[in-house]
């Protein structure tokens, strides 16, 4: 519920802005839009959901520059600072644990490796697998969605039946379960690779049914419209129904339920590195800064907000956005 | 004597759980300080190898333990966690058992059940004891012989009752001629051929072969008498039957344990338990942080487990209730060791490079740093051992000019070890014990300086019997490094390095010689020291001992460990002592007041 600019004038706030930005823009105007520039239309106007995607971007250009911009404040993710720690107690020797120029965010207790660098690197593995497995989710939940929706019968008992297991399923320990018993080389990677690997796949593998079932029910509803009719009545084949008629009809939903999919991910990744079955150290990770922050929670409190906060600005700016590109796409829905 | 010392290890399987579980716990309830007045805290050390506040201490009142874990078992014959030998006292006695005084007198044995320290003949292979007048079952029944033959009979039937240490076992019938009590055809089911009893005040067990050590064997829990007719085999551990000055009254597994006095017991039948409380309690928590808070606010009077408390309350302590600890040595030495099965570490050059390359203060941090963590480990004998040189011994001098390593003399190992350039190998670490995780990433950052790299891998740590004590497994998953520790289960070489370094103790699955250590001449000094009676002989095999475990370069000590326990301002006759690692000696704690 991205919603708030437009709510006190409801339906009609949005499509009164639209026909003033025609009468301004002039006779060009008049010409048809295409979805997708309505679509964007719309979302230039929503700030939240922009200011949303703006920091998604950031985040992006921050996962990939990780080494450039580590470099760039001389730290990298892995050299210990023992000299910056009191040994006594294990935290940080400056305030707010262990602020200063060279360490922008601090050092981490016990090891004193840099945070700001950590954080940095951290982003990799948390953008990594939220992406990927969202994509892993929705390719899978697509096809199988529409296959599901459009031949009906025994494809969709079986398939809905699956979905609703998978559903079921208690994947959080499923999952933590499978990395304990994972051999540490699998096709030809190693390490923490064979880690980021598995949890893209399972998540993934976990996240289709929730966007294959909505992908089904669109398709049940569109498959009886009239243009579907008049394509098979041409003599369209299945195929051709299903990827040129249906699917194009489909993009709206399953944009929608990326991004608002993503986020979850990232959630689930930290949750998994949390506990301790995500990558592996020494690569940082936020979830696994916040599990080892726990012990300092008190003496080095700095330790867990850092983390936290990335976690959160994250989650939040890809809620945002997610949101926002609903609001485009398929204003009816949101409300 | 195989059965590795699991004191504190198996429990923690549920980890990942209680992390979770800590998470939401530990919101609710931060901060937590309290008046900061705690008149009558003896103040920092104070115990530690001493006794604090003995005169204050008044006869009656709670006892109150808390612990985030519960025994392994209650049952005399199958516990093995540390903190479970010393709580057993309260409800066992044994023919002998240790001084209840402080620091090195209390590794010191005394006679408990029997009059004295007992009767040797024929060159250490015949022990006679003779029991006291006077003592009792807690149902007044007064305890024979027969009953310490039947208890320490108890330890044959392992299929039944496993867990516990097996030194008896293997010291009387090493070819296991005996089936056990329960498979025992014969009428009273003491067919032991090893153990008479002659009458009911005498025992006397004959050696095929002296030990050395045969004393201490006596003294453990696991030689405590069981009658018969109170025997409930595998749920014993519910209720022992109490033959010490307290009995059980109620226990809820992982819920809580309350002792009351056993009235049946006399004090003029023990020379050793002084029974201050009226009640012994233990609360079992699931938080260690929760419990730690609970400590600070004087709600509980000590941890059971005595193993440290975590970081969060160990600050908070340091720093507002310094007078309420202690900082005992523990007796464990934490380390990594290199299989010799897993190339390059056949080679003693490549052990030594990473001996050098090792950033020992940094390892030193990751274990809590020198208060918290311990000393720098310098060698592989306990400081409580005897023979042990502590500091003193350093060969590699990690303590001294290389404490912060030393890449140039690690390099010139390296070219020596025909590795010019490094190599790589990984290391085991249990994904239970953070500690042990954060060692293992220390030990990682710095072997890199001097190209050597090395990938964590992080077992499941309920699991170590079957993943590194599995010489095969060992190698498949190319663990060159392996990070763990080890305490004795009784101050000797014997009760401690013998599992780890003698080549017969090698095995397939448990395996605790990692380093799969086949040296004839460490063997020989072995089997030295298991026969020889002299103590200052004893004394000087353990140093050699030691000096070529470390000549061979097999293990790279990080810490002597050290722990921060908890005493509240309430107990009274308050010691650590060695015989049970630097533990306080619970069976004689008291309190301020009889409220």
């Known amino acids: 519920m991205t919603a708030p600019l437009h709510e006190p004038t409801a339906e009609a706030a949005p499509s009164a802005a639209e026909e003033a930005a025609v009468a301004t823009t002039g006779a060009k105007a008049v010409q048809g839009r295409s979805l997708g520039r309505i679509a964007w239309e719309r979302l230039k106007r929503d700030k939240l959901a922009l200011t949303g995607g703006i920091v998604v971007l950031v985040l992006i250009v921050i996962a990939v520059l990780a080494p450039v911009l580590a470099h760039a404040v001389g730290q990298d993710p892995e050299t210990h600072h023992e000299d910056l720690i009191d040994p006594l107690f294990g935290t940080p020797t400056g305030s707010l644990?262990?602020?200063?120029?060279?360490?922008?965010?601090?050092?981490?207790?016990?090891?004193?490796?840099?945070?700001?660098?950590?954080?940095?690197?951290?982003?990799?593995?948390?953008?990594?697998?939220?992406?990927?497995?969202a994509v892993v989710a929705v390719v899978l939940g697509t096809v199988l969605g529409i296959l599901a929706g459009f031949f009906g019968g025994w494809v969709d008992a079986v398939i809905s039946r699956i979905m609703d297991g998978l559903l079921a399923f208690p994947q959080l320990l499923f999952i933590i379960a499978l990395v304990s018993v994972m051999p540490d080389r699998l096709l030809g990677l190693t390490g923490t690779s064979v880690r980021v690997m598995l949890m893209i796949v399972v998540i993934g593998f976990f996240g289709w049914p929730y966007i294959g079932r909505v992908v089904r029910g669109q398709?049940?509803?569109?498959?009886?419209?009239?243009?579907?009719?008049?394509?098979?009545?041409?003599?369209?084949?299945?195929?051709?129904?299903?990827?040129?008629?249906?699917?194009?009809?489909?993009?709206?939903?399953?944009?929608v339920y990326t991004t608002m999919m993503i986020p979850t991910n990232i959630l689930t990744e930290a949750a998994l590195s949390f506990l301790g079955v995500g990558v592996k150290p020494p690569t940082a990770s936020w979830g696994q800064m916040l599990s080892n922050a726990i012990d300092y929670y008190d003496s080095d409190p700095m330790y867990m907000v850092v983390p936290g906060v990335a976690i959160f600005i994250t989650v939040l700016a890809f809620n945002l956005f997610g949101d926002g590109v609903r609001d485009a796409l398929d204003p009816k829905g949101s409300r | 004597m195989t059965t590795q010392r699991t004191s504190g290890?198996?429990?923690?399987?549920?980890?990942?759980?209680?992390?979770?579980?800590?998470?939401?716990?530990?919101?609710?309830?931060?901060?937590?300080?309290?008046?900061?007045?705690?008149?009558?805290?003896?103040?920092?050390?104070?115990?530690?190898?001493?006794?604090?506040?003995?005169?204050?201490?008044?006869?009656?009142?709670?006892?109150?333990?808390?612990?985030?874990?519960?025994?392994?078992?209650w049952d005399t014959t199958r516990g093995y966690y540390g903190f479970m030998w010393d709580f057993s006292r309260y409800y066992s006695r044994q023919l002998l058992t240790y001084k209840t005084q402080p620091g090195a007198a209390g590794a010191e044995l005394t006679p408990d059940l029997a009059t004295d320290m007992g009767q040797v003949a024929d060159g250490g292979k015949t022990y006679t004891f003779h029991l006291r007048d006077g003592i009792t079952w807690e149902d007044g029944k007064p305890i024979t012989s027969k009953d310490i033959k039947y208890g320490?009979?108890?330890?044959?039937?392992?299929?039944?009752?496993?867990?516990?240490?097996?030194?008896?076992?293997?010291?009387?019938?090493?070819?296991?001629?005996?089936?056990?009590?329960?498979?025992?055809?014969?009428?009273?089911?003491?067919?032991?051929?090893?153990?008479?009893?002659?009458?009911?005040?005498?025992?006397?067990?004959?050696?095929?072969?002296?030990?050395?050590?045969?004393?201490?064997?006596?003294?453990?829990?696991?030689?405590?008498?069981?009658?018969?007719?109170?025997?409930?085999?595998?749920?014993?551990?519910?209720?022992?039957?109490?033959?010490?000055?307290?009995?059980?009254?109620?226990?809820?597994?992982?819920?809580?344990?309350?002792?009351?006095?056993?009235?049946?017991?006399?004090?003029?039948?023990?020379?050793?338990?002084?029974?201050?409380?009226?009640?012994?309690?233990?609360?079992?928590?699931?938080?260690a942080n929760d419990m730690d808070q609970r400590l600070l606010a004087g709600d509980y009077d000590l941890d059971l487990a005595q193993t440290g408390m975590s970081p969060q309350g160990?600050?908070?302590?340091?720093?507002?209730?310094?007078?309420?600890?202690?900082?005992?040595?523990?007796?464990?030495?934490?380390?990594?060791?290199?299989?010799?099965?897993?190339?390059?570490?056949?080679?003693?050059?490549?052990?030594?490079?990473?001996?050098?390359?090792?950033?020992?203060?940094?390892?030193?941090?990751?274990?809590?740093?020198?208060?918290?963590?311990?000393?720098?480990?310098?060698?592989?004998?306990?400081?409580?051992?005897?023979?042990?040189?502590?500091?003193?011994?350093?060969?590699?001098?990690?303590?001294?000019?290389?404490?912060?390593?030393?890449?140039?003399?690690?390099?010139?190992?390296?070219?020596?070890?025909?590795?010019?350039?490094?190599?790589?190998?990984?290391?085991?670490?249990?994904?239970?014990?953070?500690?042990?995780?954060?060692?293992?990433?220390?030990?990682?950052?710095?072997?890199?300086?001097?190209?050597?790299?090395?990938q964590i891998d992080q077992y499941d740590g309920s699991q170590t019997a079957g993943i590194i004590g599995s010489p095969s497994n060992v190698n498949k998953k190319g663990y060159g490094i392996i990070i763990m520790g080890w305490g004795p289960d009784f101050p000797s070489v014997q009760g401690y390095g013998m599992p780890l370094w003698d080549s017969s103790y090698i095995l397939q699955s448990g395996n605790n010689n990692y380093a799969l250590i086949k040296d004839k001449s460490i063997d020989k000094m072995f089997d030295d020291f298991v026969t020889t009676l002299d103590e200052s002989k004893k004394t000087q095999l353990s140093t050699e001992i030691n000096h070529k475990v470390m000549e061979g370069a097999y293990y790279l000590p990080f810490t002597f460990e050290k722990f921060i326990n908890w005493r509240s301002s309430r107990l009274a006759n308050v010691y650590t002592t060695n015989s049970y690692n630097g533990m306080y000696d619970f069976v004689n704690l008291g309190l301020k007041s009889s409220k």
């Open chain 1, 97 to 133: 644990g262990g602020i200063s120029g060279d360490h922008l965010l601090g050092v981490e207790p016990v090891s004193g490796r840099d945070i700001f660098a950590r954080i940095l690197y951290g982003a990799q593995i948390s953008l990594l697998v939220g992406f990927l497995s």
């Open chain 1, 219 to 255: 398709t049940l509803s569109l498959r009886e419209r009239e243009y579907v009719e008049a394509a098979r009545s041409l003599g369209a084949g299945r195929f051709y129904i299903l990827f040129k008629e249906l699917l194009p009809n489909l993009v709206a939903p399953i944009i």
């Open chain 2, 314 to 454: 160990r600050t908070t302590a340091l720093k507002a209730h310094k007078a309420n600890l202690d900082n005992p040595v523990s007796g464990y030495v934490r380390y990594a060791v290199f299989p010799q099965s897993v190339k390059p570490f056949d080679n003693i050059h490549c052990r030594k490079a990473v001996l050098y390359g090792a950033d020992h203060v940094s390892l030193q941090t990751a274990r809590g740093g020198p208060i918290a963590g311990g000393d720098i480990g310098t060698n592989m004998l306990p400081p409580s051992v005897p023979g042990a040189e502590g500091q003193k011994y350093d060969p590699y001098e990690m303590a001294g000019a290389n404490k912060n390593g030393n890449a140039a003399k690690a390099k010139e190992e390296l070219k020596a070890c025909g590795k010019p350039n490094g190599f790589s190998t990984t290391i085991a670490v249990r994904n239970n014990k953070p500690v042990e995780v954060a060692t293992a990433e220390s030990l990682q950052a710095s072997l890199k300086k001097v190209g050597i790299n090395a």
């Open chain 2, 9 to 73: 290890r198996r429990k923690q399987a549920l980890a990942a759980a209680a992390v979770v579980a800590g998470l939401l716990t530990t919101a609710a309830c931060g901060g937590g300080k309290d008046d900061g007045g705690k008149n009558g805290a003896a103040g920092f050390n104070a115990a530690n190898n001493k006794i604090a506040q003995a005169s204050l201490v008044k006869k009656g009142g709670e006892l109150k333990f808390a612990s985030t874990q519960d025994a392994d078992s």
């Open chain 2, 152 to 287: 320490i009979e108890r330890a044959w039937a392992q299929d039944v009752l496993s867990g516990g240490p097996v030194y008896l076992k293997d010291v009387l019938d090493p070819d296991g001629a005996y089936k056990g009590p329960y498979k025992d055809t014969s009428a009273d089911h003491l067919g032991l051929k090893a153990i008479d009893t002659p009458d009911d005040k005498t025992i006397v067990f004959h050696l095929p072969k002296p030990n050395s050590d045969f004393l201490q064997m006596v003294a453990l829990t696991s030689a405590s008498p069981v009658r018969q007719d109170k025997d409930t085999k595998s749920q014993y551990g519910l209720h022992p039957f109490s033959s010490g000055p307290y009995k059980f009254q109620s226990y809820s597994p992982g819920k809580s344990l309350v002792l009351v006095r056993n009235t049946n017991w006399k004090a003029s039948s023990d020379p050793v338990r002084k029974a201050y409380p009226d009640k012994i309690s233990i609360k079992f928590f699931t938080n």
